[in-house]
């Protein structure tokens, strides 16, 4: 195959099973002057297992700054270098951000190698709409900042997905059952693609119990995948009799907007709803 100068190859690797390496990825691997890797001995016991025996060198977030100014200087003099994790797609929850974003400064062609990814392992085995998702990457370690971020993801309508470390797991889905409610379905996916690979889809109540009385479902690598928000009720239906009866009430003295405004106020319901309703046919339709 051949490789083209000046250019950063990002490359995706197996995140459990070896077999899951493309082709392409042994090729361009093979073929450049140089491979970034998160860790090296991770990285050659990789090659040396395909027969592969390019030079690798360290590109963690400890050295970034200075390893990616030499490797976009390498680039530019007509290197060609491969950007690995230690597994799965790079940038996805691992480092190589800031040599993408200074290669593509410098005018370099940037290429990528798509492969595994534990993100899109997760989703395509989840028995929950996919078709738009939010990740959210690692939950954070600490209590306060992770039940604050969950607090702003309470009302996203969007299917959720989250990395988490084996042992945080039962920490945070007991933070979900608090703050999402324990009805919304999930999937823990423990180990993709490897011996142990472990599906287990239950609300989250369920699972919250099942993870705290098995410490096996606490073991390995794991992807949380959870239900967005249910949707707000369409139309007008999520008003009763009562707040009906108030707000025809308010908009025979006071424009729909206004009335709407109030009838939140003393309900606490969505504005939006009342206004909605006020402006149908069923409320008056003003
Ligand atoms: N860039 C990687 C990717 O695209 O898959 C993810 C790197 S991130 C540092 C590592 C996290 O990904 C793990 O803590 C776990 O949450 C998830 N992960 C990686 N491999 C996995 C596997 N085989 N099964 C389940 N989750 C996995």
Request: hydrophobic share 45%; with cysteine.
């Amino acid at each position: 195959m051949s490789i083209a100068p000046g250019t950063l190859y990002v490359v995706a690797t197996p995140i459990g099973n070896l077999d899951d390496i493309t082709r392409r990825a042994l090729e361009v691997l093979g073929a450049v002057d140089l491979i970034a890797a998160e860790d090296t001995r991770h990285t050659r016991r990789l090659l040396a297992r395909f027969g592969i025996g390019t030079p690798a060198t360290a590109l963690h977030e400890h050295n970034e700054r200075q390893v990616c100014g030499r490797l976009v200087e390498r680039m530019r003099d007509g290197a060609a270098v491969a950007l690995v994790s230690d597994a799965g797609t790079p940038l996805v929850s691992d480092p190589g951000h800031l040599l993408v974003r200074m290669a593509h400064e410098a005018g370099l062609a940037v290429v990528p190698v798509p492969g595994p990814s534990a993100l899109m392992a997760a989703l395509s085995v989840a028995p929950l709409p996919v078709h738009r998702f939010a990740f959210e990457g690692f939950l954070p370690a600490r209590a306060a900042a992770r039940r604050g971020l969950l607090e702003s993801l309470r009302e996203e309508p969007r299917t959720l997905v989250f990395f988490e470390a084996p042992h945080r797991i039962g920490a945070a889905l007991e933070d979900l059952c608090a703050i999402l409610g324990r009805e919304r379905r999930a999937m823990l996916a423990r180990e993709l693609t490897k011996v142990h690979e472990t599906l287990l889809c239950a609300s989250l109540g369920e699972l919250a119990r099942r993870v705290a009385a098995d410490p096996e479902q606490r073991r390995g690598e794991m992807v949380l995948v959870v239900e967005g928000a249910p949707a707000p009720p369409s139309g007008t239906a999520g008003l009763d009799e009562a707040a009906r009866r108030l707000a025809r009430g308010l908009a025979r003295e006071l424009p729909p907007a206004r009335a709407a405004a109030l009838a939140a106020e003393i309900t606490g319901r969505p504005r939006k709803l009342f206004y909605r309703f006020l402006v149908s046919e069923e409320g008056g339709g003003q």
